[in-house]
């Protein structure tokens, strides 16, 4: 895991996703528990069903 240069208080991880609106991030999807790959497509199957 890797700190965000921005915010010394977060940390970034495979397996979340933003979801987007008018070019502004408006929220997120994170799923955790397999493979970081494996997590992103579930995310991105979920963004797909309420998109």
Excluded: R
Excluded at 27 to 45: L, M, N, P, R, T
């Amino acid at each position: 895991m890797a700190l965000c240069p921005e915010d010394q208080g977060h940390l970034t991880f495979g397996g979340g996703i933003p979801i987007t609106a008018g070019g502004h991030i408006i929220g997120g999807i994170g799923v955790c528990g397999g493979h970081w790959s494996d997590d992103i497509k579930i995310a991105e199957a979920g963004l797909a069903a309420i998109a």
